[in-house]
């Protein structure tokens, strides 16, 4: 399984930016379909953002369309998730994690997670 390190969070403004990084070692990175997921306290952890391997198809979750935008750099076993035009409810732990299937918005696919990332937007 990848080893995968979150990082880039922070504490915000509404209508601020971040870029998150997902760092991945220990498994042929460029393989697989990464995917950014999200959890809210006392909330369930959500699909936000999925990549596939090479980078050509994309899926977001509509809360964040227009808003969010995945990419990866095999080159340097790295996926991003830019987000702009963040609002309070992004507060979130933000997770990346690996799939060997195609890019897709559940959860139980993806089986190599990171330990998260803080996200946090005041309004």
């Known amino acids: 399984q990848a080893q995968l390190v979150e990082s880039g969070g922070g504490l915000v403004q509404t209508g601020a930016s971040l870029r998150l990084s997902c760092v991945a070692s220990?498994?042929?990175?460029?393989?697989?379909?990464v995917g950014w997921f999200r959890q809210a306290p006392e909330m369930s952890r959500e699909f936000v953002a999925g990549?596939?391997?090479?980078?050509?198809?994309?899926l977001y979750a509509d809360s964040v369309k227009g808003r969010f935008t995945i990419s990866r750099d095999n080159t340097k076993n790295t996926v991003y998730l830019q987000m702009n035009s963040l609002k309070p409810e992004d507060t979130a732990v933000y997770y990346c994690a690996t799939s060997p299937i195609a890019v897709v918005s559940t959860r139980g696919v993806y089986d190599s997670w990171g330990q998260g990332t803080q996200v946090t937007v005041s309004s």
């Open positions: 220990g498994r042929t990175f460029r393989s697989y379909t």
């Open positions: 990549i596939n391997w090479s980078g050509g198809r994309t």
